[in-house]
């Protein structure tokens, strides 16, 4: 019975994957061979391990060993990488030995907050979701879907930023209750 749904970003949030302008440097200076293609993120050779040593963050790494040891909760590394890079985001898990129950890529054009509103259905127990993500437009894909989150269903989204962790959503939500509370007692007063 799954009762905790988290989901983690590959580049820039649980791993240490090169951007493109650096990339390109390292790649050429480690094969000899100037980078074949301009786009970097669509490219398998981005995730060549034979050119780059692609290591998760250690703050992330503990955070996800400490959410899978958690019961009743199920993990997945959610990632706009294109489907026909899985093979190279697998033997990247797997050399470092993480072990996600799901690696979900962009087949398709939902975001990444549409996509985890089809395990809400799928785990009819959820209790929490927690997602972790570096960038700000897919952090605004979850926030988009915060309202479609059941009531019952802790929704925590965390921003990481150069392995530092913190949590958003729930930050966010306190100051709406507070500043909702704030104008009942000033609508009180009033009265």
């Known amino acids: ?11 820039k949030c649980l791993f240490q994957t090169p951007e ?8 050429q200076e480690k094969t000899g061979q100037q980078y074949p293609y301009l786009g970097w993120w669509s ?3 981005s995730l060549d391990m034979n050119v780059f040593d692609i290591k998760p963050y250690p703050s992330m790494l503990k955070q ?6 958690k019961p009743n909760t199920h993990i997945i590394i959610l990632t706009n990488r ?30 990444k907050g549409e996509k985890i509103l089809d395990y809400i259905n799928e785990f009819p127990d ?28 802790l ?19 306190l100051i709406s209750i507070i500043n909702e509370e704030i104008l009942k007692i000033s609508i009180y007063n009033k009265i």
């Open 126 to 153: 959820l209790e929490e979701i927690c997602v972790y993500d570096d960038q700000e437009d897919q952090i605004q894909t979850y926030v988009n879907i915060s309202s479609k989150i059941p009531k019952n269903i």
């Open 64 to 69: 996800f060993n400490l959410e899978q040891s």
């Open 155 to 173: 929704f925590n989204i965390y921003r990481v930023n150069n392995d530092k962790i913190s949590l958003m959503e729930r930050e966010n939500k």
């Open 20 to 27: 493109s302008e650096e990339g390109k440097l390292i790649y």
């Open 82 to 111: 294109r489907e026909f890079l899985r093979p190279q985001v697998q033997a990247i898990l797997d050399a470092n030995n993480i072990q996600a129950d799901e690696l979900v890529m962009a087949n398709d054009q939902r975001t």
């Open 43 to 45: 490219k398998p050779e």
């Open 1 to 11: 019975m799954i009762k905790r749904l988290i989901c983690i970003d590959f580049d």
